[in-house]
């Protein structure tokens, strides 16, 4: 423990990044001890000072950190440095501010500043080295924008006068109305012109700036008004009227509404007030002789556990009897396991289907199911990829029966599994409006007896006239069936142009699980992906990307075209790669999302000049030599660092 009745020797070193210092004294034979350690890094601002400067702020760090003993000491304390400079401190020079505050501070202790060599004070140019103290010193110096872009508004330009000026001379109807308001003209002419007015070489018309006759000039003007921060990629009428503030030309109207209807940012962000909508395409029954002969089927799944079970199978008669078959199953349920329950609960009773039209399931339209197909002589027919009104009959059934088990359920949600052949029945012996009779008659050809009558039938018909009246009854039901497609198809009154191959489409957006940091803030739609193949009237097959795991034949209704004209001009450039060190690099624009893989974090990039269909996945280190600050300002906000 230090003793206050003896003289301390605070011995003080400083390097490029820290203070070291050691407390002293001696002992009974004269030799130091030490009695305390000191070491402290330097700020980066306190790294740019001279060397006197932090030798001497090592020394303020001592007697600050050591006060308690050396403030007011009964003996001077003998302060060891190897710069030989701090000993001419007390002779009077020049200060700077904070030399004199710590001159301030310095004169309230009793010290002698003596030199001693480096190789003498191991200890604390030791401390003032210590390798955690060199954290970030080297990009203490580096180049720094002081003021990034994100902090500036871009406003449009005001340096456009001089290029009026240059370009007005070429434009005929500039020179006519500079001529006839300088010499007046006739009276009709000087009457005509008085909305025009000339301000320093320039044409005004109405107090707004008439701008030559210049295509590119114009777009300019139309870009700064529509795609810069500051006007937000307003509307057509919205950007006019900003326009229309300052400038005018002939047509304006006619190019601004070009322009913005070019626009690729507003066409995959914005809401689309005008989806495509095409007409409905309802399932024929061609060639339906037999009940369950077409069936659609699907799932009702996360179901509470009922006896086991948490899903239902629906099996619908798609194009006879519009009869239902409910099956009890798990969610996790395969295609071996699908097919096993459709043996056990429809083909005992109906035999095999000729077509089976169901969603992208994977019990549905795995390998094995098609293969089975393949072999029974079964058409598989899966919709396109999240377009449930293909199956848009089942997914009314799955509503039905949701609403029957939330009446007979209410309060036992456990023994919903109970309550299915209610259900069927319930809905096979109710007639069916698009038939004309219920789903039991057009199975069995008569009405089930759910309910004890008070009196008995007595007439009973024939076998013959049961069998002619089923088959008049089938007849007719088929008969209606078509009339309702017809019906529907004549009911569309929209307007629809088909896409062709090679054209360019937006999808929509909604539906793809893309690792967007944000869904909110993702964009509406993904693209431009070109039409490969047209499969049917409202089928398309696109080109997407090879690491996005989606089914890639969409309906018409997820689909909008892209446009592109000369007023905008190319939304995207396609810029070639610069080559660095015998290297291609494409810069990148943004990182727009992450997923962490067993091989670490992957980025998904966004390129400059390059439509977000082009983006692609990226390791860190493909990152890091020329968009390390664009990867720390993503890292920094999502908290991965």
Request: hydrophobic share 35%; net charge neutral; proline share 7%.
């Amino acid at each position: 423990m230090p003793d206050v009745d003896k003289p301390f020797v605070v011995e003080s070193d400083a390097s490029q990044w820290a203070t070291g210092a050691v407390l002293r004294q001696r002992d009974a034979n004269g030799d130091l001890h030490p009695c305390a350690y000191l070491s402290e890094g330097f700020t980066e601002a306190e790294r740019n000072y001279e060397i006197y400067d932090r030798e001497l702020l090592g020394i303020i760090r001592a007697l600050k950190a050591w006060r308690h003993y050396l403030e007011g000491s009964g003996h001077p304390v003998t302060i060891l440095s190897d710069h030989k400079n701090l000993t001419y401190w007390r002779n009077p020079q020049r200060l700077n501010r904070r030399q004199a505050r710590w001159a301030l501070f310095l004169s309230q202790f009793d010290i002698q500043l003596v030199h001693t060599p480096g190789t003498a004070m191991v200890q604390s140019d030791a401390l003032s080295r210590r390798p955690d103290h060199r954290q970030g010193a080297e990009d203490d110096n580096v180049e720094r924008t002081m003021l990034p872009d994100n902090l500036f508004v871009r406003l449009v330009d005001t340096r456009l006068a001089p290029k009026f000026r240059h370009l007005a001379n070429q434009d005929r109807l500039f020179c006519d109305a500079l001529a006839a308001i300088h010499h007046n003209g006739p009276p009709p002419i000087r009457s005509a012109l008085t909305d025009w007015q000339e301000k320093d070489g320039l044409i005004f018309y109405r107090d707004r700036c008439y701008v030559p006759a210049d295509e590119s000039l114009r777009r300019d003007l139309i870009q700064q008004h529509h795609d810069s921060p500051a006007a937000g990629h307003p509307g057509k009428f919205k950007t006019l009227e900003l326009l229309r503030r300052s400038y005018w030309w002939p047509g304006m109207y006619a190019m601004v509404s070009r322009y913005v209807e070019g626009c690729a940012t507003c066409q995959q962000h914005k809401p689309n007030t005008h989806p495509t909508t095409p007409p409905p395409q309802p399932i024929p029954a061609d060639n339906v002789t037999r009940p369950f002969q077409n069936v659609t089927m699907d799932l009702i799944t996360d179901l509470p556990e009922s006896h086991g079970y948490d899903s239902v199978l629906v099996v619908v008669d798609h194009g006879l009897t519009k009869g239902v078959i409910f099956a009890p199953c798990k969610k996790t349920i395969d295609a071996i396991g699908t097919a096993a329950l459709y043996h056990r609960h429809v083909y005992r009773r109906f035999g095999l289907p000729s077509k089976i039209i169901s969603d992208r399931g994977p019990q549905f339209v795995s390998n094995v199911t098609r293969e089975l197909g393949r072999l029974l002589g079964i058409t598989l027919s899966p919709s396109t990829a999240y377009h449930p009104q293909t199956d848009g009959q089942t997914e009314r059934v799955n509503q039905e029966l949701e609403v029957y088990l939330r009446i007979f359920c209410e309060g036992r949600s456990d023994e919903w599994a109970e309550h299915l052949v209610d259900a069927e029945v319930a809905h096979n012996q109710r007639i069916h409006s698009a038939r004309n009779a219920s789903p039991f008659y057009l199975m069995m050809g008569y009405e089930p007896t759910l309910i004890p009558i008070a009196y008995p039938k007595t007439n009973a018909p024939t076998v013959q006239e049961r069998l002619a009246n089923l088959q008049k009854a089938r007849d007719e039901a088929l008969a209606a069936h078509e009339l309702a497609r017809h019906v529907m198809r004549d009911r569309f009154k929209g307007k629809f142009t088909q896409f062709k191959k090679g054209q360019k489409v937006w999808l929509e957006g909604k539906n793809l699980q893309l690792a967007y940091a944000s869904r909110k803030l993702a964009p509406k739609r993904e693209g431009p992906f070109v039409i490969t193949e047209v499969l049917g009237p409202v089928t398309y097959r696109l080109e997407l990307p090879k690491h996005w795991r989606v089914h890639p034949v969409f309906h018409a209704c997820f689909l909008t075209p892209y446009k592109e004209n000369d007023t905008h001009g190319p939304n995207y450039t396609r810029p070639p790669p610069d080559l660095i060190d015998g290297e291609e690099e494409y810069e990148v624009e943004a990182i727009v999302g992450h997923k962490t893989t067993r091989g670490g974090i992957r980025y998904q990039i966004k390129w400059k000049g390059y439509s977000s269909a082009e983006n692609t996945w990226e390791p860190e280190s493909a990152l890091i030599p020329n968009a390390k600050e664009i990867l720390q300002q993503y890292k920094k906000a999502k908290k991965l660092q």
